[in-house]
């Protein structure tokens, strides 16, 4: 059981920049690939993006694309969501989670531990 943890959500204006972190305890964390999700009131939760074990391959969804960034420290078992030029639109609960397949899917089904999520707000 992996025990995960976000930090770094607060309230920001529009087009400012926050980075989100994860960590996490319990297991060894670069046997796991990570992703980010985010759920808005009312709505489904999104695939924001995700990182593979090793850190060499990031992906992130089409709709923060240039301007969500991925990475992870292995050596401090974290991953970040470093994002630039926010939007009201991401304003949302962000959830990092674990999964043991080597490619990183989209769907919630495919990860196995989940954090508490940190709120983000960016107003307008």
């Known amino acids: 059981q992996v025990h995960l943890v976000e930090s770094g959500g607060r309230l920001v204006q529009a087009g400012g920049s926050l980075r989100l972190s994860c960590t996490a305890s319990g297991r060894t964390f670069s046997s796991y690939g990570m992703g980010w999700f985010r759920q808005a009131p009312g709505k489904e939760r999104e695939f924001v993006g995700g990182?593979?074990?090793?850190?060499?391959?990031?992906t992130v969804s089409d709709s923060v694309k240039g301007r969500f960034t991925i990475n992870r420290d292995n050596a401090k078992n974290t991953v970040y969501l470093q994002m630039i030029m926010l939007k009201p639109e991401d304003t949302g609960l962000y959830y990092c989670?674990?999964?043991?397949?080597?490619?990183?899917?989209?769907?919630?089904?495919?990860?196995?531990?989940w954090g508490q999520g940190t709120q983000v707000t960016v107003s307008s």
């Open positions: 990182i593979t074990r090793s850190g060499l391959t990031s």
């Open positions: 989670a674990t999964t043991t397949r080597e490619v990183i899917f989209s769907f919630p089904d495919a990860y196995a531990s």
